[in-house]
């Protein structure tokens, strides 16, 4: 064997080559760039390019490595940061409700209808997300504002009397999330609902099960994982979201997205922004984990 | 075959000649630049005269520009933070001094002024003025008359009285989005020094704030200008140069609200844009040429002219339209002058006890 060989040997080959690339894909650009979060967290604010100090310093053949829990403490102590968690994970969770409630009937609809109709509506739900974001946030503003469409259309027609304040209330930003993220639910319980089998519904019927028992003893619990993937899809970002809440939302909304930012550019304190988003990604791996259990089980469970 | 691909390498390796020497005769300036901050021939004016390629981009807050500062290699060269950013910036190594022989019009400078700035910029060594202005009440004439009679508004006490503030409140309150700005403000009405960080004093602003907290409609840094135009709300405390646009908008508009700026008699607080060089800049030649062309009296005369923000230019003064020159909301009489203060650099922390009682005055956590 020449040296050559021998190094093409140690290069991984076929399969193990292809499971690499996801592999590398991850550890590129999501655990490094967690990693490099964590070591900012444990970093003091300085007066500097970067605005925080050095981990790590090399003097005398020494190695000194200081680690600053000082602002995980600081967490703890203030309850802002606690009611600003709690703020996120309830708005999230309303959200996801809401997207559910809204986004089921529509993928089932979708599901349902003829196959030359399902591409439309699909194209349907996914064209907004053509446009950019912020712009339909904007366009959001210019609906819920005092002298917005929906105030004007609702004066005009003598439902209200006076301009109903939405914009710049929670309910404004609950109305942006479930309008922003309402593709993220009804595509993948489009995908898991589209291929049930329809056998199952007549056979329930022949045996005197009909429309609404059938759902939700047969539909329902067959499109659980379309349920979870949906809810996971509108959950994790929501609880991280900023530009909604900061264009839509009014002093009283809470979210942890907004706390970071105040550390981050007010505070110019980045290691206390860095902790505050350690803890976060903590809090949100708990229904990660849970999604991958379930899914793990559905595997076993086909297999 | 073989010819076209002789023809296509040399026809490469001339577009790379070209494009090598259009490099080297095209020179450029990278300028990153508050949004609606300069007058519409300012740019131009110097690309004509100078010849240099200027790409310009803007920003709309102090924190972004300093993010991208603070994070190394901005690629800019030239930015215009505030004086309390500016100060931090320095001490943080982000910008080069300037070379003051490349800069002859230096001496067109107000020497007070630069004086005062001397607090952000030890020795003027980093940066000029650029404009300044300060931040008072802006308010709707009529409507204000009609809820508050004929009490004259010209004191902090409209705001920081309650019984003046709930009345207000039927018609509209903003307030700057501005922790750093509007604290001091509360200081100084308080009889303290607008600088303090004593944690009793910020304890007392607090205090103040949080008494007129359910009278304020909004927060917020911009808002407020077309709001304050379109009758929305009544009353603002924002950025003179602003409300002096919000004031030009309700003209343009018909002038059916007639909008007006007031330095209220205790004093105010006052900012300085300032133009500096970053350490890394790549084009530090063409950015001093930039820096001198700020300096002449005739461009900055025209753009106070524009943007209704008195400009740091002494001998620029005299080329002012008579109107904005002798507004005493812009360039505010010496006895005025005397009692604005501007803004220091904050300790860490205290910017940290600013930023949790701003959450608490806004949201009550």
């Keep these: 064997m020449t040296i050559r060989e021998k190094l093409l040997g140690m290069l991984p080959k076929g399969r193990h080559a292809v499971i690499g690339v996801p592999f590398f894909w991850m550890l590129l650009f999501f655990l490094l760039p967690f990693a490099i979060i964590i070591k900012i967290s444990f970093a003091e604010a300085d007066i500097a390019i970067p605005p925080y100090t050095s981990l790590t310093e090399w003097a005398d053949s020494q190695l000194t490595v200081l680690l600053n829990f000082g602002n995980y403490v600081l967490l703890s102590e203030d309850q802002l940061y606690i009611a600003a968690y709690l703020g996120s994970l309830k708005i999230a969770l309303i959200s996801t409700v809401l997207c559910l409630l809204v986004g089921y009937p529509m993928a089932y609809a979708i599901a349902r209808s003829s196959k030359q109709m399902q591409p439309v509506w699909l194209l349907l739900i996914m064209m907004p997300t053509w446009t950019a974001l912020l712009i339909r946030v904007y366009a959001w503003m210019g609906i819920l504002s005092n002298n917005g469409l929906l105030n004007n259309a609702l004066l005009w027609l003598g439902v209200i009397n006076e301009p109903l304040q939405i914009l710049n209330t929670n309910i404004a930003v609950y109305i942006g999330i479930v309008y922003a993220y309402l593709p993220f639910m009804v595509l993948p319980l489009y995908a898991n609902l589209v291929k049930h089998d329809l056998s199952l519904l007549e056979a329930a019927s022949d045996l005197g099960a009909k429309g609404y028992t059938a759902f939700w003893k047969i539909t329902v619990p067959l499109s659980k994982s379309g349920v979870i993937a949906g809810c996971m899809l509108v959950f994790i970002p929501v609880v991280g979201e900023f530009v909604i809440p900061e264009l839509l939302g009014g002093p009283e909304t809470l979210m942890i997205g907004k706390v970071l930012w105040q550390e981050f550019f007010n505070n110019r304190d980045w290691p206390v922004a860095a902790s505050l988003a350690v803890i976060m990604l903590l809090i949100l791996i708990i229904p990660i984990i849970l999604f991958n259990r379930n899914q793990a089980g559905e595997m076993e469970g086909k297999a | ?365």
């Design chain 2, 1 to 365: 075959m073989k010819k076209t691909k002789q023809m296509l390498l040399a026809a490469a390796v001339g577009m790379a000649v070209v494009a090598s020497v259009q490099a080297e005769q095209q020179r450029v300036l990278k300028v990153y630049h508050w949004s609606d901050y300069v007058a519409p021939t300012t740019i131009s004016n110097f690309e004509k005269k100078s010849g240099i390629k200027v790409v310009f981009d803007v920003y709309d807050s102090n924190e972004v520009l300093e993010a991208k500062l603070l994070s190394g290699g901005s690629g800019y060269d030239i930015v215009v933070p505030s004086n309390p950013f500016l100060a931090k910036q320095i001490k943080a190594g982000v910008y080069q001094k300037l070379d003051k022989t490349q800069l002859p019009l230096w001496d067109n400078l107000d020497k007070d002024l630069l004086h005062t700035l001397e607090i952000s910029d030890p020795g003027n060594q980093y940066s000029i003025p650029y404009m300044w202005g300060s931040i008072g009440l802006g308010y709707n004439v009529d409507k204000v008359k009609a809820v508050l009679g004929d009490q004259p508004i010209d004191s902090w006490d409209i705001i920081f009285k309650p019984e003046n503030i709930s009345k207000l409140h039927e018609c509209g309150v903003a307030l700057l989005d501005s922790p750093t700005e509007i604290i001091p403000a509360a200081l100084h009405y308080l009889g303290l020094p607008a600088d303090s960080e004593k944690p009793d004093d910020l304890k007392q602003a607090e205090a103040l704030l949080l008494t007129i907290r359910p009278y304020i409609t909004y927060f917020h840094s911009s808002k407020y200008i077309s709001d304050l135009a379109s009758g929305n709300i009544c009353m603002a405390i924002g950025y003179s140069g602003d409300l002096y646009q919000s004031k030009s908008r309700a003209e343009e508009a018909g002038g059916k609200v007639k909008v007006a700026y007031k330095i209220p008699k205790e004093g105010a607080g006052t900012f300085f844009d300032m133009v500096a060089i970053p350490s890394d800049s790549k084009n530090v030649k063409e950015a001093h040429e930039f820096i001198n062309y700020l300096l002449e009296p005739q461009v900055m005369a025209d753009l106070t002219d524009y943007l209704q923000f008195p400009n740091a230019n002494q001998q620029a003064t005299a080329l002012v339209e008579e109107s904005i020159r002798t507004d005493p909301g812009i360039y505010p009489p010496a006895d005025v002058m005397s009692k604005l203060y501007t803004f220091p650099d904050l300790p860490a922390k205290t910017q940290r006890v600013m930023t949790r009682s701003w959450t608490k005055i806004k949201s009550g956590k």
